[in-house]
């Protein structure tokens, strides 16, 4: 079982519409996670992090996060073409190990 | 300010053979962390470096190198290349050592083609 699980789509979602984004994980220590956006050809960008159950909103972005089931999620409204991008979500355990363990992704493309 | 910055950005080697990639942090970043990216397995962290000293380190085999200068320049050493070390490495720099908090940001990579 990998550690930080993603659909890899492509996910599509017409323009102005909600984009899903799930993650599952498997350390039940983890503590701190994050949904970084990465251009094809570029660097990954930090867009949302969240440490605390439930929601967290930021402008178009709300990122939710259920300790319990080890699920967290990311929701894009009003999705924009310029949404089109792989979105990585990342998990880091604050208990002896610190490092940030990324997902595969999951590629998002915004329909005109 | 200059953001993280990476060279060479594009590299091709042959099996068997040693690379050296650099990374030079954010002014003021003390810590570099290192991840190799491929399609298949994703970004996965190779190693940490703050204040000179090596904080972390993924499952990668001790091929896979690296250091970190006084002024946090960092560099990563990969030796005796295999096919599967091609990849997109990237470095990203923190004001602050991983956990304490402090954002990652990304240099844009070295894209490395063994063969």
Known sequence: ?112 | KAGVTQTPRYLIKTRGQQVTLSCSPISGHRSVSWYQQTPGQGLQFLFEYFSETQRNKGNFPGRFSGRQFSNSRSEMNVSTLELGDSALYLCASSLGPQGSGYEQYFGPGTRLTVT
């Open chain 1, 1 to 112: 079982q990998k550690e930080v699980e993603q659909n890899s789509g492509p996910l599509s979602v017409p323009e102005g519409a909600i984009a899903s984004l799930n993650c599952t994980y498997s350390d039940r220590g983890s503590q701190s996670f994050f949904w970084y956006r990465q251009y094809s050809g570029k660097s990954p960008e930090l867009i949302m992090f969240i440490y605390s159950n439930g929601d967290k909103e930021d402008g178009r972005f709300t990122a939710q996060l259920n300790k319990a089931s080890q699920y967290v999620s990311l929701l894009i409204r009003d999705s924009q073409p310029s949404d089109s991008a792989t979105y990585l979500c990342a998990v880091k355990s604050n208990f002896g190990n610190e490092k940030l363990t990324f997902g595969t992704g999951t590629r998002l493309t915004i329909i005109p």
